[in-house]
C-alpha cells in the first residue's frame, strides 16, 4: 500500500473509532453501562490493532500519525465528561483531565507559533497518565456496566492515581515548553 494512500485500513479503524464516540456517549447516557464497556474495550482494541498494521503493512500516513491521538482523545474526553455528568466519577478530576488536555493544546499551538517547531510525540508520563486514564474508565464501565461491586474501593484508588498522573504529566509538559520557548529566545 502506498504512503501517499491515506484511506488504507489503519486510518479505516481509527476512523470507526471517530464514530463510535457519539455511539459510546449514547450508551452510557442510556445507562447501558455493559454496552459501554465493550464497546470501550474495543475501542481499547481498535487503537493497538491500527497501529500495528500500520506497522506492518507499512502504511503509516501523516494523516494517520494526527488522526489517531485525536480519536483517542476525542473517546477518552467524552467519556470522562459524560460519566462525570453521570456521577461515576468525581466532576474535580473530569475538570482536571478536561483542562490539561486543553492546556497541551493550546500549548502545543502556542509552540508551533513561536517556534515553527513542534514535534507530535507524547513524553513518557503523557503515555503512563493516558494508560491510568484508560484503566480507570475501563474499571467504572466495568465495576457498574457488569455490577462487579465488590470493586467499587478500585475506582476510588483509580480516582487519585489519574489525578496525580495528571497533574504531573501537566507540569512535564510545562517544564518542556518553557524550555523550547527559552532556546527560541536565545536564553
Known sequence: MSQQFWLNIPNMITIARVMAVPFMVWL????????????????????????YLAKI???????????????DKLLLVSVF???????????WLVIMVVF??????????LIELLTRDLKMSPNFSSKVNTTVQI??????????GLEVTDMIWAIDVLVYITALTTLVSGLIYLYQWGINISKENGE
Open 28 to 51: 452510557i447516557i442510556s445507562h447501558e453501562l455493559q454496552a459501554a464497556f465493550w464497546l470501550f474495550i474495543a475501542a481499547g482494541i481498535s487503537d493497538g490493532v491500527d497501529g
Open 57 to 71: 503493512l507499512k502504511a503509516r500516513t501523516q494523516i494517520g500519525a494526527f488522526l489517531d491521538p485525536i480519536a
Open 81 to 91: 465528561v459524560v460519566l462525570g455528568v453521570q456521577e461515576l466519577i468525581p466532576l
Open 100 to 109: 490539561r488536555d486543553m492546556a497541551i493544546v493550546i500549548g502545543a499551538a
Open 135 to 144: 484503566v480507570l474508565l475501563s474499571f467504572v464501565l466495568g465495576v457498574h
